[in-house]
């Protein structure tokens, strides 16, 4: 391990003492370096540190034997998400309902809202939930029920009673395989109810995946590919072909 990072590890050890917990937005400004070296410092010292949610704590704490980890995707294919989120923003207007689906790509999507926006916002996901509330102008409304820490995300009824009560004027989705064939695909079961009850709600579903998505199959089906007014990747509007 180089000084630098060694040095880094030390001072991340002493301020989670001190609180316990620290967002990862909160450790990368302690540090001077990026949330993205922040993941990578603590993805490589499981013995001290863990993940829960969007937040650091003592490895103990932290979120056992998860097959998939929404802090270790977030760095995966990081550019591409954001290029394919360029693309979607233009499908968003102002004063309408709007809903984020969970991962690590919707993330990218709040970030390019203006300030100035004013919207009602659906989400299930607390990375997600996490950047809606840094927009002043946006109304948050947080779907409920069992939290689970390896999307950190939630389901239950109550979520999706929520969701039959609003008209969503565009759902943007998710997904962690899409196949022309056999449809979107995601790797969390619980995730697949609220896509499809989000999906009935809206006048207008918009897939949004990298193009390493394109002919991989998950094991939790939740629509087929006709069932999106818009497909985009990096490139843009894109036609699945496996």
Not at 36 to 49: K, P
Request: include cysteine; aromatic fraction near 6%.
């Amino acid at each position: 391990m180089n000084s630098r990072k060694s040095r880094r590890i030390e001072v991340l050890s002493e301020a989670l003492s001190q609180h316990r917990v620290l967002h990862i937005r909160n450790a990368a400004q302690i540090l001077g370096v990026s949330e993205m070296t922040v993941r990578r410092d603590v993805s490589a010292n499981s013995d001290l540190f863990g993940f829960l949610g969007g937040h650091i704590v003592p490895a103990a704490e932290g979120e056992p034997d998860n097959p998939y980890e929404i802090s270790k995707a977030a760095d995966s294919h990081a550019a591409a998400k954001r290029d394919v989120c360029a693309h979607a923003v233009s499908y968003i207007h102002n004063d309408e309902t709007i809903f984020f689906d969970c991962g690590t790509t919707l993330p990218y999507l709040v970030d390019l809202l203006p300030d100035d926006i004013h919207l009602t916002a659906v989400c299930y996901s607390l990375n997600v939930a996490e950047r809606l509330t840094r927009k002043p102008n946006v109304r948050l409304v947080m779907l409920g029920g069992l939290y689970h820490p390896a999307s950190a995300s939630f389901s239950g009824s109550s979520g999706l009673e929520t969701l039959d009560s609003l008209v969503i004027d565009v759902a943007f989705l998710s997904a962690a395989g899409v196949n022309s064939r056999r449809g979107a695909t995601c790797a969390h079961f619980h995730e697949a109810d609220i896509k499809r009850k989000a999906m009935s709600r809206a006048q207008k579903n918009v897939l949004l995946i990298d193009k390493s998505k394109i002919g991989k199959l998950k094991p939790a089906f939740f629509s087929d590919m006709q069932s999106f007014d818009a497909v985009l990747t990096e490139d843009g509007m894109t036609e699945i072909s496996d």
